[in-house]
């Protein structure tokens, strides 16, 4: 049933989108799953930020971070979205510190309509306990990193131009919600 109203929302949504979408907000909100569904449906590109900026740096994060320090990665993430950002329509998942970088925020909200996927902390810690390959966690307790991150960053998610919450249910719920919110957008 939510797979066929999705297809159906996503269908009322070709031909509108004029330009890029950009999932922001905290690891393990379900930027990347969601954005790997909502593609799709569109009928667009799917791109995960991180993937480019390796694919930029030929290193993983980790490495970046490790090698050069993170206003280096900041750097290289920029210049990622710069690229990315071609007034082209297609779906983007950004890094989940992309946004709170004020320059970079800014080429996103230039250039796209940036979604702010919003979840609950027990659902981030859930999330994240399940991949071991994000260095700001790394060897940490997720829970008190979450928490401070988001309260941290709360300020700079709410920029965004749309927000959607992202629960523990399926991701076809959340897309749906995006799919949802965008038609409003557009409506308006």
Not at 10 to 18: E, P, Q, R, V, W
Not at 127 to 135: A, C, G, I, M
Request: charged content about 30%; hydrophobic content about 40%; proline content about 4%.
């Amino acid at each position: 049933m939510t797979q066929a109203r999705n297809k159906s929302l996503a269908k009322a949504l070709h031909g509108t989108i004029d330009r890029p979408i950009v999932l922001v907000g905290l690891m393990g909100c379900g930027k990347s799953s969601v954005g790997k569904v909502i593609a799709p449906l569109l009928d667009l590109e799917f791109f995960d930020s991180d993937t480019e900026i390796e694919n930029a740096a030929g290193m993983s994060i980790a490495e970046i971070f490790e090698n050069y320090g993170e206003p280096e990665f900041r750097s290289l993430e920029r210049r990622v979205f710069e690229r990315l950002l071609d007034g082209q329509p297609k779906v983007i998942a950004a890094g989940g510190g992309a946004f709170v970088q004020d320059d970079t925020r800014a080429v996103i909200q230039e250039g796209s309509i940036s979604i702010w996927l919003q979840a609950k902390l027990a659902v981030l810690v859930a999330r994240t306990q399940r991949r071991s390959n994000r260095p700001i966690l790394a060897g940490k307790d997720h829970r008190t990193v979450l928490r401070e991150l988001m309260d941290k960053r709360r300020p700079a998610y709410e920029q965004a131009t749309l927000r959607v919450f992202s629960g523990p249910e399926s991701v076809d719920k959340t897309v749906r919600a995006a799919l949802d919110a965008l038609k409003g957008y557009f409506r308006s």
